[in-house]
């Protein structure tokens, strides 16, 4: 008997190897300035970061000599921190604050540089207490490259919401739930709710953030 196989892996695989999708690079000078990544078309995908320094060049301009000496300085995990926070959004905005007090070479002028792609997956947004739609083409089958439930700006999913439901924008949190439910069917609905992802922060009025792609189905033997 056959089987129909779809992953995820498979998926991510098929996106990052074709043709045109180039690598994008976002370089930070400042502590204090937002590092904003952003796709016109498809969500984000993190290829690479540093955060420290690589060269004695890069964001060098009018500092001393000495801050730009060490040119293998960088801080563990930043991948994991950016990839967490950005793959699957059309847009993210980080700051330094994210890797926390951590100063992998103190002395150092240290920079923020992340490198990029562009995966032409289907971004949806869904307000809290909204349904979701998620829908593939005939004979093709749903794969989530990534889901969030939460809040990470003041522009989304703000009509008619008090201020005070929408101040707080770091509360967004990854979810599993949707590829559980969804990986492998031609089309699924599912609701924006706290029933269903739990309430990452009370009182803030949320959204569903969801990539996916539209795969045909691998046949495998079972």
Do not use: W
């Not at 269903?196 to 079972?222: H, M, N, Q, W």
């Amino acid at each position: 008997m056959l089987g129909l196989s779809t992953t995820l892996l498979l998926a991510a695989t098929y996106v990052l190897l074709s043709p045109g999708v180039a690598t994008e690079t976002v370089t930070t000078c400042e502590v204090n300035t937002v590092h904003r990544l952003s796709c016109d078309g498809g969500v984000i995908s993190v290829q690479e970061v540093l955060y420290g320094r690589a060269d004695s060049v890069t964001c060098g301009e009018g500092k001393p000599q000495e801050q730009l000496v060490n040119t293998e300085c960088s801080l563990e995990g930043t991948v994991d921190i950016l990839k967490k926070r950005c793959d699957g959004k059309k847009v993210c905005e980080v700051s330094l604050d994210v890797f926390g007090t951590r100063d992998p070479c103190q002395g150092t002028f240290k920079y923020l540089q992340t490198k990029y792609t562009c995966l032409p997956a289907i971004h949806h947004v869904t307000c809290e207490h909204s349904l979701a739609y998620l829908q593939c083409d005939e004979g093709q089958v749903i794969s989530v490259y990534g889901a969030d439930y939460g809040r990470r700006d003041q522009s989304t999913c703000t009509y008619k919401r008090p201020a005070s439901e929408i101040q707080k924008t770091d509360c967004s949190r990854p979810v599993s739930t949707v590829s559980d439910s969804c990986d492998g069917k031609n089309s699924c609905i599912i609701k924006a709710s706290n029933s269903v992802f739990g309430d990452p922060c009370y009182g803030t009025f949320k959204y569903l953030e969801v990539a996916y792609v539209c795969v045909y189905p691998s046949i495998t033997p079972e």
